[in-house]
Every structure is written in C-alpha cells, then in structure tokens.
C-alpha cells in the first residue's frame, strides 16, 4: 500500500456525533440528525487515490475519525497507540515504532522506519497527530513496509489529514480548562471567497501552567509545563473540472517545561552517593564528578554515604545543599516528585510549513504533484543529573586551597532542521480491469545538531592541559565545556516506483509494485573531550593522599580529545592504518586550533525494494488477502563523535502478512491481520566504555524476527451502543548469538556473531544476563539472543463502550475506556533494569450535544485509578554503589504517561 490511503469519509455517524468541520454545518446538521449509534457505519478510503471501503483495502490499517476521537478522547499520540495494534511512540524522542521496526537513536541521520505525512506531504515526525478534530478530519496507522509513494519507509507511515475549507461559511470555537492548570483555546473558521476558491483560518493557543512533577530543590514544577500556539491557513481552488490545487501555511512555536524532551519520568533507585565519578551516572558520563558524591562529607547528613565511599576517592571535608531536608533521591518514595537545581527546558521555534497538492485531471489518467518545505529549531537545556548538592570541597594538604568542585552541568542539545520533498504521480482513472500509478519522489534535508555539556562555575575548565598538572596548555575552553559533539549533514533521497493491479474477476485480483531508492548522506562532524574526573583527581601522590588533595584548586582539567576520537596519527588509529580513512570517512580526522577533533562523513547506497499481493473476495462481506513487502533503511552514521567504524550498513526488513475482513450487516465489522517479519542488518545504537567514558556506537544485528496476530472490531450490538476494541500479539525476537573463541580468558568474537558489552551490566552478573564462557576479565561480553526488540509490546489490549442517550433536544453520549499493556524492553538487554512493568488505564468521557447542532460540551477523567503508566520500555543505569549497597546496583529510569487528568471543554459553532 501508499501513503495515498486517504480517508474522504468515515464512521462520523457511528456514535451519532456531529462530523466535525470537514463539511458546511447546516450538512453537519443534516448528517447529525440522519445518524445514530444503531449500526456501524460502513469507512470510505481512498487507497492509491482510487475510493474504496476500508474493509477492500489489502493492508493492516487503523483509521481514527474525528468523531471517534472526540468521544473515546483520543487527544494525544500515546492516546493513538493505546487503539492502535502493533503500534508503539516515544513522546520525549518523537519516534514510532509499528511492530518493533522504528527509528532508534536521536542521532538525526538514523532514519525514521515509520513515514509520517500531513496531507501527504512527508514530516518528520508525528508530532501533530495530537491535533484535535477541529484540524484533522482523520489519522491512520498503516504497518509494513511502504513503497508506492512518499519517502521510504520500512516500517509502515502515519496519515494525518486536515478539515479542508468549506464552501459555505462554518465558524467555531472551542475552550476548555482541567487541572493541572491546563487551558485550550481553539478555534476555525472558512467559507467561499470566490467562484471555486474556498479558504479556511484556523489556531489554537494551548497553556499548562503546573507540572505533574514536584522539585523539592526549590525549582519550578515540570512535566507538560507548556505554552503552544498554532495558526493555519488552506486554499482550495478548483477552477474546473479538469484542475484542482490546494495548500496550507502553518506557523509553530512552543516553550516551557513540557512537550518533547521534557521531564517524562523518573529515576526509581538511590542516587550513587559514595563514588566520585560513576560512568552511567552523568551526561557525558565518565568526564566529571558525581554531584551526589557530596553526600560524603560529613555534613552531608548521611553517615553511610560517608562510610560506604570509595577510599581511594578524596575526602570531602563540606557540602552545600540546595534543601538540607533531601538525603537521597526523592522520586523513590513518591515518582511525581524530583531535586534537580537547573530546570529542564525546551522551546521549539520556527516551526514553519508551506504544502500543496495540485492536480490536474486527464482522460482515463491524472496527474498529482504534492510537495512543500517544513523546518524547525529545537532547543533543549538540562541538567545533567538530579540531585540536591550545589558544591562540595576536597580535602587539601596543609597550606594548599581546597579543590572546590561545582557538579551543577548545563547540558544544552540543539536540532536546526528543514527539508523539502516533492512527489509527483501519473495515474490511471479509467475502468479497465488493469490500474497502474507510476512516479518518482525527491526528498532534502538540512540539519545541524550541536549537544554541548559545560559547568560556567567551574574554573579549571577555562584553561585545560595536556597531560596533567603542568603539562602544556591546550585550545582555551571559553564555554567551560566538557563535552562538545556536532554534526551537519546534508541528505538527499531520489526514487522512482511503479505499481500496477489486474482484477481477474469479481473474486481476485493481482498487484505488484516496485521502487528504487537512491540516498545520499554527507556532512561533518567534531567532537572535543574535557576531563575532570575521579581518574584525574585520584592519582597517587602519596600513600592514601591523591593529586586533588595536593594540589587542591590548581588541579587542571585535561583535554583528552585526541585520546577519545579517530585521528591519523594515532598510535591504535581506530581508521586505515594507511590512510586514516574508514568506510564512511571521507577526510583524515584532525585537531583544529580551537581543539575540536572534526573530519568528514559520507555515503550513498541504494536498493531495489518492492511487493506484491493477491486479493480473494469469496463474498460481498469478506475480503481476504496476501501480502509481501520488502523495506530498506539506508546507513546511518554515529555522527557527532568522531568515533571508529562510524557507519552502519544498509537494513532490509521482509515482511509476509496474511489479512481477513468481514462485515456483519450493518451490525460489526472485524480485520484481522497475521505477520512476519524476516529482519536483515537492525540498525541499533549502543552504549560503549572508550578510556572510562561513555559513548554510543552503531552496529547491525545480523538476523531478527517480529511476527505476531492484530484484531480490531466496531460492534454496534444494539441501537445507540458502539463497542470498538483492538488487540496485538507481537513477539519479537533477536535471532543471532554470540559465538567466538576464548584465548587466555579474552573473547575474539567470530564474524557475523554479535557480542556485546551491557555497560549497565559490564561483569554479565545481574539476573538474565548471558555472558559467553570462559571469560575471565571484570567486563565480559554477552548474548542477546532471544531477547525482545526495544519497545515492541509483545501485547497490547484496548476496548471502548460508548452509548448514547436522546433527549428532546440534545443528546448524551458517554464513553468508557480500557487499556491494558504488557511489559515493555527499552534496550536488547532484556534485564529488569531495562523493562516497564505492564499497566492498565481506565477513562471515561461525556459529550452533551445540544440541539441544531450548535453547541457541545465534553467532560473528561483520563487515567481514573491514577496508575502509573509507561509509555515506552525503561532505560536501565548501572551505578556503582550507594551509602546501602557496596558494588554495583541497578535502577530504572523511566517514562509516564500523565497521571490522572481531567476537564470540561466547551465547543459553540456560529454558523
């Protein structure tokens, strides 16, 4: 299938609701009183631009009308995912995933596997599919690999369609509050400003003015603390029969404490209060000093931090803490609550589109161009680790300044991002049995992504040395940086592709299609490492007494960045020992004046990639069908870090499904969808240790499995009662292992194999964990054979029950919603530490629709038991002790979705 498969109606009349704004009102008006809960209502799409019922449409595919929306409250994407099978979101990355296939770093130039379109034109991410029924008439989940149309997409696309312009005047607004100190303001309006030109105008200014988490630090709440506005426009102009255009101009902008990359979670255990520096504690983790680590002095207020510290770590003779109350983290008694002294804030500016789809009509074919241009700029500032210390101070010797350290860290992530993309069709309209489309599609993309990680407070950062104390003098460091990553990459994506379908007979049809796919990535990168932690300030200088003790405040900070990074020269050169090149380099790394480490990166590939499916339609109410697609991702860089072997290669994904579709009179309607998933070259990040720190790899994993059974089901049993329900198995699996050969206690893994180093978990000890045998060093490599895909819900359940009640005048709907989901892996480590438990979630929702249409108001309770529930799989950190536990322990850091919620929103329409 496409991402042409555009609904044009659907089941509006379904739950008896007005249609929304996607007609003139007094039609609106018409159709609200013609309809009503009895019967399921039959959904009209348009697959490859042709109109045809849902349930003749050879994919797995869940549509989500206006008016369901309205009354279940599908309001946000998570609400999406609760009634969409197989589908998975992660709202602090903006990512999707549609039966484990997803993108799965931030790292930009790792490509979406789940294509997302609004108004057929492709975005980046589904972002807007929280818009409410004023703005989008429909959304749609479409799995498996897509290529008829649009940009590549391994994994399945995501539809979002907008209410077009009316061509009678239709006016409405909408407010709502609810606690939390939310409140919304929306509003629309359109008509006919000339013969064939309809316009429309639409925005909405969305505020929260209190977060759902509590810092105990003195600091401003956070989570969903937002302020978002939005205004549109659309032209619709159809000067003939044989001509139509279309477009819409939007402009974006929000800022605040919630939203993507906000405060989303918790961290569940202790903070490391008894290690200097702990690797998996802190943003660019391993470069600096664990601020909690200032619970050892003894006036940090707990005895056993003091007494459970490392004893080659220097002594802390005082602290200062922001709340003298908070001895530990706060979120293990209560996860709505949090200490962190630097707020999290994001902002996203010049959030700015211009789209259109012009299409010109010809005998027996038509002609489609859509195409635009979006961009944005994403600004996020955080701090790098919670905890309630502002500064804590080192032992010195007699007669020497004390090392005051500062562990307060501004870790500031950027994404400056535009594209343009432009498709255009040729498609045949006539009523021969053989229907074709053929096209070609271009896609450009420009994005910068700096992530800098400073401490302004601390001094020695301003001058750093090479060496140690002494040494010479490296680039100056203005910025008081420790971690400086960049990219800027260019990404260009052509591709052709061709479909055609012959209809044997009233029973079976054929189809085929076919694309070609050429992409280009290039850009550069730079990198540069400052070094201030426990292997720096430990150093023996004396029996029990460490540098940081003997040369207290003149203790220096050290540039490591050629130790860190590719460079030619290097005694180990991580790249050609010839050249100091590798495959994806395309110049030698060096060390600029300014210090950063920098070169270049780049690589095309391409690939042929296509489908076919049969179609047997035993009956007028049943449909079933076969389906194979081949998807393709081309490489992706681990870009930003100047780092070895620093691109993946290409992935391919088979996909075989098997669909049935019945419908039951007017009664119920049922898909049902079996998969499997045959998964070549995963491209998957990873955490590595690199001379003590942190940092992220790319590789592929050879071989791997999803395969799995989708349900969904609207039941109408009775007048005025719609019951709509959806279910998903998904089992996932990692098919290769880890084999090798074991020399002196050391592992050489063999080619194709995959081993890896659980920097959660570097010694293999904690539960599940399968380290290879015959390893005897402290860091062993594991297999992850077997294990889960990162956030593929093995299963997923959700059921809703509206019924409507008629008055004279008016109406009552009310709606009851369950959702259960099981537990979920954030990584291929399929430990404890890494997985959220399952959850369920109760809502409940009330529209009172008043007479002629006029005026509607909702009530809503969402998450009515107050559960905790979690959007994605966790991310384990594995520290390195605390004031109760000696050696390494595991906690979760996790994401929620809101706690309880709720509100009234009124809804008047003038005319």
Known sequence: ??????????????????????????????????????????????????????????????????????????????????????????????????????????????DQRVANYEDEFYVYSPYGLDKSSLFLSQEQIERGPQNVGGRNASGGSIDMISVRPTDEPYGEMRASVGNFGANDIEGAFSGQVAPGLDVRIAGFDKNQDLGYYRNLAGGPDEGNVIHEYYVEGQVDYKPSDKFEFWARTFFENWDGRGDAGSRTGYQSGSWDETNLTDANAYVGGGLFVNPNYGYSAINGGNPGALAGKNPADPLVTSVTLINPNIRNNPAMNDPYTFASPIPRTVTLGNYDDFNYIATWHFDGFDVKYNGGAQGYDYHLNYNGLDTDVSSYTLYAIPGVTP????PLINSNYEEDDWWTAHDVSIQSTSDSPLQWTAGGFYYYQHYNQP??????????????????????????????????LDYDFTVESVAGYGQASYKINDQFKVTGDIRYNFDDKYGTESARYLYMGSNLLDVPIAPGL???????????????????????????DCNSAAHGLGRGVTSMGIITPSG?????????????????????????????????????????????????????STEFLNSYEVGYKQSFGKA???????????????????????GGVTQSQFINVPKAISTGVEFEAYWSPIKDLLVTTSYSFDYTSIQTGCTGTVTAGVLTPAANSLCLIDTNDPGAIEPGAMPFPGQTGATKDQSVKGDPLPDATENKIAVDVAYTWHFDPGSLTTSFTGVWRDTQGG?????????APSWY???????????????????????????LQYDVGTGGVGLAGNATSVGQYETNITDLAPPRTYGLEVRYKFF
């Open 1 to 110: 299938m496409t991402k042409h498969l555009l609904l044009l109606t659907c089941a509006t009349g379904a739950l008896g609701l007005w249609a929304g704004a996607s007609q003139a009102a007094t039609a609106a008006a018409a159709a609200a009183d013609n309809q009503s809960a009895t019967n399921v209502t039959e959904i009209v799409v348009t697959a490859e631009k042709r109109e045809q019922s849902l349930q003749k449409v050879p994919v797995a595919v869940s549509v989500f009308t206006g008016a369901q929306r309205d009354v279940i409250g599908i309001n946000t994407v998570q609400d999406v995912t609760n009634f969409a099978p197989g589908f998975t979101y992660d709202p602090a990355n903006v990512h999707a995933y549609i039966r484990g296939v997803g993108r799965q770093s931030v790292n930009v130039t790792d």
């Open 403 to 406: 090392l005051t350290l500062y």
């Open 451 to 484: 992530y800098e990680v400073s401490d302004p407070l601390q001094p020695q950062l301003a001058q750093p040395v090479f060496g140690g104390p002494g040494g010479p003098n490296a680039a100056p460091n203005p910025n008081h940086d420790l971690l400086y």
């Open 546 to 572: 460490p540098l940081a003790s003997y040369f207290g405040a003149a203790t220096p900070s050290l540039d490591i960045t050629a130790a860190q990074t590719c460079l030619s020269g290097n005694p180990t």
């Open 596 to 648: 950063y480490a920098y070169r270049d990166l780049g690589i095309t590939s391409d690939a042929v990639t296509g489908g076919a499916d049969i179609e047997w339609t035993p009956t007028p109410d049943i449909f079933t069908y076969f389906r194979y697609g081949r998807g393709y991702a081309s490489p992706s860089f681990n870009a930003g870090q100047v780092l070895a072997n620093p691109v993946t």
């Open 668 to 690: 119920l309607l049922i898909d049902l969808a079996a998969f499997y998933y045959d998964y070549d070259g995963l491209q998957l990040p990873i955490s590595i240790t690199n």
């Open 827 to 835: 990584t291929v480590f399929n430990r404890f530490y890494d997985n």
């Open 841 to 867: 979630d109760l809502d409940f929702r009330a529209l009172w629709k008043g007479p002629n249409d006029k005026y509607e108001i909702i009530g809503f309770v969402k998450n009515i038991t107050n559960t």
